[in-house]
């Protein structure tokens, strides 16, 4: 598992995460298509190279790396590859 965005993230979706991150892997942005759409942000786990920037910048605490998914929100994880495998 790579980083993944959760529930926090939710009706937020503030972007120092997409500003953050060194290999452009969250989407949607401000100004990409469906960003008003989304109820969230999304790590693409195929490009995300595991750096923490993302964590370190969310102001709702919605990043979580490898092992530190709580597992009520588990399904994000799937969430988050479905949104770039369709």
């Known amino acids: 598992m790579t980083y ?40 693409n786990p195929d490009e995300c190279i595991e750096c923490g920037a993302c964590a370190a910048v969310c102001p709702v605490g919605a990043c979580f790396g490898p092992g530190e998914l709580p597992e009520k929100w588990s399904s994000f994880e799937q969430k988050n590859a479905d949104h770039y495998r369709t």
Not at 12 to 38: L, M, Q, Y
């Open 4 to 43: 993944v965005i959760a529930e926090p993230c939710i009706g937020v979706k503030d972007t120092a995460c997409t500003d953050a991150c060194p290999v452009d892997c969250i989407h949607p942005r401000k100004d990409e298509p469906g960003f008003a759409e989304s109820d969230q942000l999304f790590i």
